[in-house]
Every structure is written in C-alpha cells, then in structure tokens.
C-alpha cells in the first residue's frame, strides 16, 4: 500500500503541527512560557514563511516586568529596509550629502517602527548600521522611542545589540556636550533634553532589575557596555573590548565619515552625574549580595566578565582605598589581604587559578590592583607553586599577566623556580610563559643568555633533526592516513601555534636567543626548509627570520641559497607565496640575488599565471616589468624599497614600532580605490546620480532618495 508523501526536515514538521493545532481547538489555553529555552527563559526561533527569514514570535515571560510583543514588519516593509541595508553596504555614495540624504529618508521612513526593527532577526542589522551612521539628534529620537522599554530590550535576542550600538555610539556625544556646555538636565520626555538625561532615564529603569541582568544571555553585554559608558572607559580598547563581548560577537561595521577614533580609545570625560549613576548600579548588583553567591559568579560564565569590569572600574577609581576598604567588591571576594595559607582568599585564589572561567578574574585582579596587594598574592600565592602552575592551560595565563609586573630582581629569582621544568615545558609544547620570560627579560634590560642555552639544548647541537624537532614537522602525511588519525593530528595544532610563536619571539631580539634559532635553521636540509615554509604555523618562523630586525647579512643570503630552484613551487602554495614576500623584502641590500629569484620565477611564467598565489607574487615582484624592462624593474624595486622604510619609519613612535591594524588598513585601501570607482561607474553610465533602486517603491537618485512605502509604483 503507498505510503502518504511526507516532507522531511524540522521546519516543515513544526509547520504541520501549527496547521493541526489551528485546525483542532483546544479546551484550554496554552501557557504563555511553552517557548521559552529551558535553561535561559528565552523565546525560541520560530520558523516563518516571508522574505529574510523574519522571526514571528510570541510575548515571552522574564522575571520582572514580562516581555513586550512590538509586532511584525510585513513583507513589503521587510523588503524596503533589505535593499536600504545592501545600499549602505555597498558604500557607493558619490558625495556625503547624497549619504545624509538617504540616511534621512531611511529613518523618516522608519518612523514609528523602530522597535520592530530592532526585534527583527532581518532588520536589526540595518538598525545596528544607523545607529553607528546617526547623528546625535538621531540617536536622542531613538533613545526617547526605546525609552520605557530598555528592560524587555536587552533581554531580546537581536535587539540588545541595538541597545549596545546605542550606547556606545551615544558615549561621545555626552563628552562632546560636557565639553561645549549644551547639554543640560531637563524633564523626562522632553525633546531637547541632553543625552546625559536619556542614560540617567536607562539607569533609573534597569537598576532595579540589575540582578538578574547581569546574568542574563543577552542583556549582560549591554549591561556591561552600559557600565564602560559610565565609567569613561575607552569603548575600543582592546583590553574593554574583550569584557564587553565575546570574540565570536558579529561585528556590524559601518564607517562613519566623521568619525574620530581617538574618542574612542582614550579615557572619556563623563559628568558627575554618570559617577554617582555608577555607583548606584554597583551597589544594586554587586552591594547587597553575600561573598559566598559573588564568590560563585566568579566562576558562572556571564557573571564573571561582569565581575571583571566591576574591578576594573573599582580599581580604576581609587585602587589603594578600595584594596583596604571591607565593602568595596573586592575586599568581600578576598577578605583576607595578605591571603595566607588555609584562609578563605587563600582558597578562593586557588580554585581560580585553575578554574577555566575563573582563572579570567584572576587576570584582572593581577593586573589591575595595586602593587602592594599584587605582591603579597604573588609571594603567598604563586611562589613556590610555579612549576605546576606553569604547567596548566589555565593557570599559565595568570602567571603570564603576573610575569609582566614583576620587577628585575623578582623575575631572576622567578626563573630560579621554574628552571628544573624547561625540558618538561619545551617536550609539552607549554611555551606560553617561557615567551613572556624572554620578552619581559628584554624590557628589563636583563641578558637572556642562560634561557636561550636551557631551550637550546632541550633540541640538541644544530642539525636537520633538531630542526625539525625545534619546529615540530610531522614525518607522516596528513592527506594518506585514515580520518580517525587526521582528527588526530589535527589536534596537534595548538602545540605547533606556541612553538611557533616562542620562535618568533626569539628571533625578535638581537642575542643568544636568536642565534639559537638561527643555527637550527641553517643546519637544517632544503627538504626540511621547504616543508617548514609549506607549514601553516612552521612558515610564520621562515618569514621571520627574514624580517627581523637586524638579521645578519650572511644569515639571510645563506638561508636564501637553500630556496633557489624551488621559488616557482614556494609561489604558487597559499602558505609559503608569503616566504616570497619576505625574500622580497629581505634582498634590499642583495639586489643579486633578488634578480636571481626573480629570473626563475619569470621562466615559471605559465605555472605562475595558472594560479591565484602565482599572479599576486608575480605582481609583487614586478615581473611583467623585470621581461621587458630590466633597468627600470631595478630603479622601480629600489624605489619600493625607500618607500617600505619610510613606511616603517611614519609608524614608529619612540623608537617603538607600532603595527598598524588590519581595519586601518582596509580603509586606506579603500579610501585609494573609490576615486577610481567613481570614475569606471561614470564612463559606464552607472553613476548613482541617475541610478534607480527600486524594491516596492525604493527609488534613489541624488536628491529625491528612497521614497515612502507605498507612495508611487513599482
């Protein structure tokens, strides 16, 4: 008998579930929590129908207040504020008047439905992007429309990200106000109130609920950047960034043509009102719970970067009194200071140290409180433990933030200790410290001569094993084994990452500790070196040992003869086309030999063009140039040579070289080619001046930008 076509798949099954129960009324009502998450209370993702995958959603419960149901965007609206968000991401605006234009259109047009877009799975993104492109009259109208309902949207899913653009794109508007005198204090809802005034009104709706907040999935991230907002605290900094979110956070970026990326890098002005705010919400969150329950948010996930930021404000403010004062945050997690042996500090430390999620706080504490009450944890704590603290994945992070307090006397004494366990350390691939040793014996001005022959003889005298021990090459090959023992190897990974990077840092200091490495590389066979160049972590040491400064000359011409013959294979790899770039940059003052790479990768031609690595080394080094014209391919390397140096030069502050971010790099990438844009569009005739973007009725030209829903035809 033929069975009845069924559609497979989770969706279609819960959409033939909805259409029975639509189908057949039941006698009683369904509780309002049916949807929500076991363990967080959180509505789950229902599936849906329309364009984008829109998420219909039911009203979910929280533990003060309720949540709050703002609609749906339907299908055209849906449609209208998609194309805007691919507008904004192509960035191709001819002029800022013609952006400015548009951004105004966009947000006439979401008039009235901002809570719905920022509840939207679709169009929260597109929220996020205007919140970062508004100006500050902009950002004062959202912060009166979210205005009484910031509770129930720092617990949602898409909006607290809104929340959280919201804040940190509103921080330099306060300064800017403190610093000119226009803003002012006002009554609630009024339209000129200054936006000192709308985080007052956030503070007074959340602080009540801060309990349960900064545990809450979602809305702990904005309660987190709510509080870096009130402390002053630099929102782009590195150290802020990795308190307020998570690493694998989706970055929504848009570049705001007057942006200043110093506002958001240096310690902010904040009125005196964001202060006493401040300490408000500490005192709502952290004030009137017991240690034992704070002392157990140190270790639940979403607690514990919450209780870090709290330190660090704590610390930031008045460091020395906070350490002595028995109320403050941190005295009622280590009330006993020095936290001798069998006391509760001394315990809780303990259990931190090598707790996962615990060993975090402990970082901040090490490196944010004072130096009198770091050294008594670090001699009653860490001295004496230093071999098995070094050993453990957690653990070895603290002593790494401890290592880089330490004065000259303490880190001798310091590498004393943990001498016996070198060749333990080296055989496990536990380097993590030994590069922070070396780097902080550097700072310190102390010779490093003892800890490069400790590591050196954990390999052996130079030669080719050593080498490939030094550099962990695997004798097997990963694409002829069975995919039980690739998952194996594969694992292997992370022991090859730190070995690499304590080479690295070896080679970056002129000594006994890059002459270890240097002697292993020469004495190492062609073979060996061509696989460490085809290494995803192996090739990073090659590149350096080229790149770093003041590598002997003889170092580099010897290593450069052992690649000759093998450039054209070296080309074409994802991996070792970089080791080009290096040998590039490395034959400055070895024009000879720079010809020599060059001629064998000019025979290569056809190999070279076949690939996408191939043609991007083939321009790098000119090669079109060098066949054709030999005496001007010189002149031109020469001149990209003083170019490279005037570079490195412009990016050297104090004799320290500071390395630009990949992001700044990017938009100066980007700022070069957009005149060039411009031109192409033109001479094809799709300049966006007299382009039409319809979706409905989304109509762009340069002055009459995206038009109403609704307000002409397709």
């Not at 920022?118 to 996020?128: D, G, I, K, T, V």
């Not at 992370?494 to 590389?521: C, D, F, W």
């Not at 720079?594 to 080394?617: D, I, K, P, T």
Request: charged residues 25%; aromatic residues 8%; positive net charge.
């Amino acid at each position: 008998m033929p069975k009845e076509h069924k559609k497979r798949g989770r969706r279609d099954e819960k959409k033939r579930k909805r259409q029975e129960q639509t189908d057949t009324p039941k006698s009683k009502r369904q509780k309002a929590n049916d949807d929500m998450n076991d363990d967080q209370g959180l509505q789950v993702d229902q599936p849906h129908e329309g364009p984008f995958d829109e998420e219909p959603y039911t009203p979910f419960e929280t533990s003060v207040g309720g949540g709050e149901f703002y609609g749906l965007l339907d299908e055209e609206e849906q449609a209208y504020f998609k194309r805007a968000d691919n507008i904004l991401e192509l960035n191709q605006f001819a002029a800022p008047e013609e952006r400015r234009l548009f951004l105004e259109s966009v947000w006439n047009e979401a008039r009235g439905k901002e809570l719905k877009l920022a509840n939207s799975q679709s169009c929260s993104r597109l929220m996020e992007k205007l919140i970062q492109l508004s100006t500050g009259s902009q950002l004062k109208n959202l912060f009166q429309k979210f205005n009484g309902h910031f509770l129930s949207l720092v617990q949602h899913r898409f909006a607290s990200h809104c929340c959280e653009a919201l804040f940190i794109c509103s921080a330099p508007v306060v300064t800017e106000e403190l610093r000119t005198g226009s803003g002012s204090i006002t009554a609630g809802g009024n339209e000129n109130a200054s936006m000192e005034q709308h985080f007052l009104e956030v503070v007074n709706e959340l602080q009540e609920s801060m309990g349960f907040l900064m545990t809450d999935r979602f809305a702990s991230h904005a309660v987190r950047t709510l509080l870096a907002v009130l402390s002053g605290r630099p929102l782009a900094d590195t150290s802020t960034q990795s308190l307020l979110n998570a690493k694998s956070k989706e970055r929504i970026g848009a570049v705001h043509p007057g942006l200043i990326e110093s506002d958001r890098t240096v310690i902010r002005a904040v009125p005196d009102t964001f202060k006493r705010s401040l300490d408000s919400l500490v005192f709502k969150m952290a004030g009137g719970l017991d240690a034992s329950y704070l002392r157990a948010l140190a270790t639940q996930p979403l607690g514990n970067p919450v209780l870090q930021l709290l330190l660090v404000i704590e610390f930031s403010a008045s460091g020395k009194q906070k350490a002595k004062d028995e109320r403050s945050l941190f005295r009622k997690l280590l009330p006993e200071i020095p936290p001798e042996e069998g006391t509760v500090s001394a315990t809780f430390i303990r259990g931190l140290l090598y707790d996962p999620v615990g060993s975090h706080l402990l970082e901040t504490i090490v490196t944010y409180s004072p130096g009198k009450t770091f050294k008594s944890i670090y001699h009653g704590q860490f001295r004496g433990n230093l071999k098995s603290i070094s050993r453990n994945d957690s653990a070895s992070y603290v002593l790494i933030k401890a290592l880089e307090r330490l004065s000259a006397d303490d880190l001798q004494d310091f590498w004393q200790e943990i001498r016996p366990e070198i060749p333990s350390l080296v055989e496990h691939s536990r380097v993590s410290v030994l590069r922070t040793l070396i780097e902080r014996y550097h700072v310190r001005q102390i010779s490093d001569h003892e800890i490069a022959q400790e590591i050196g003889s954990c390999y052996g005298t130079p030669s080719d094993i050593s080498f490939r021990n030094m550099i962990k090459l695997d004798s097997e090959d990963i694409e002829d084994i069975s995919a039980q023992r690739r998952a194996q190897v594969s694992l292997k990974d992370t022991e090859k990452s730190h070995t690499s990077l304590l080479l690295q840092k070896m080679l970056e200091y002129p000594g006994s500790s890059r002459e270890i490495v240097n002697q292993a590389i020469l004495a190492a066979r062609s073979e060996s070196l061509m696989k460490a160049a085809l290494g995803r972590f192996s090739s990073y040491v090659i590149q350096r040992s080229f790149q770093c400064r003041d590598q002997s000359q003889s170092f580099r011409r010897s290593l450069m003869h052992k690649f000759i013959g093998r450039a054209s294979e070296l080309a074409t790899n994802p991996v070792s086309s970089h080791v080009l770039d290096s040998i590039w940059a490395a034959t400055a003052d070895l024009m000879f030999l720079r010809e020599r790479y060059a001629q064998e990768l000019s025979q290569n031609e056809g190999l070279l063009r076949e690939s996408f690595q191939g043609r991007v080394v083939w321009r790098v080094w000119l090669l079109d140039l060098f066949k054709n014209k030999r005496q001007s391919w010189i002149e031109k390397s020469r001149e990209h040579d003083r170019q490279a140096l005037e570079n490195k030069a412009s990016r050297t502050t104090d004799g320290i070289l500071t390395k630009k971010r990949d992001i700044d790099i990017a938009r100066e990438r980007f700022a070069a080619r957009k005149p060039t844009t411009a031109k192409i569009n033109a001479k094809q005739g799709h300049s966006l001046r007299t382009q039409k973007l319809s979706c409905g009725d989304l109509d762009f030209k340069s002055k009459s930008t995206i038009g109403p829903i609704g307000s002409g035809g397709t």
